[in-house]
């Protein structure tokens, strides 16, 4: 009774695809922080109103933060593309 083992590779729920696009989705939503940083002054009097709510901080980084964790979703549900056998 010789039995040969068979190595089988274990199915892992996410690719090593999945993996580098929630590198990317990460970026993003760094890179979205980044854009909020800042507007601050240095004397306590003096209020920089323009340079605080400027479009940057208010809209364009909360957008990418949004889309950057979006994106991380759809990185971790993206189904692996089915390998051809032959």
Do not use: C, H, Q
């Not at 964790?69 to 051809?84: D, R, T, V, Y």
């Amino acid at each position: 009774m010789n039995k040969i083992k068979t190595e089988t590779r274990p199915d892992f729920p996410l690719t090593m695809e999945n993996y580098k696009l929630l590198i990317v989705g990460f970026a993003i939503i760094v890179i979205g922080f980044l854009l909020m940083i800042g507007g601050g002054s240095d004397d306590p009097n003096v209020f920089n109103e323009k340079e605080l709510f400027s479009f940057r901080r208010i809209t364009l980084a909360p957008m990418m933060i949004l889309f950057g964790f979006g994106f991380e979703i759809w990185a971790i549900m993206k189904k692996p593309k089915a390998k051809s056998e032959e």
